[in-house]
């Protein structure tokens, strides 16, 4: 039962707010609002200082010494696991390092971390 059925007014232009919401509900969905497109600018900046040096993320096959973050959120696992991508595994990475990959928790914050992760998976 909608509310003119029930004997409760809409009121006017109601349906027009509710259409305009959907709409740019929608629109946000494709285009990041401000705020998001500088954090993945900032992450951006945050991956070119600390990681284009080893790791591509334009291409899926790298010739440099790091896997490729290429679409790494959209594949079925990790480059060098067996593992489906994760955030968490990934901060842990960056903060820890690996048998290759330095250690960034003394450079990065958890925020910035969390910034280039972001970055990562917009890629």
Known sequence: MNPTQAGMPVPRGSHVI??????????????????????????????????????????????????SFYQLFKRDKMPLSSMKPNREYIKVRVRFGGPLMPAFRQWLSDSEIDTLIDYIQSR
Request: with cysteine; hydrophobic share 45%; net charge positive.
């Open 18 to 67: 509710l259409a305009c919401v959907l709409i740019a509900t929608a629109a946000a969905w494709q285009h990041p609002v401000p705020w998001e497109r500088n954090r993945l600018l900032a992450g951006q900046a945050l991956y070119r200082d600390n990681c284009v040096v080893c790791h591509d993320i334009d291409k899926a096959q790298s010739k440099k010494m790091g896997p």
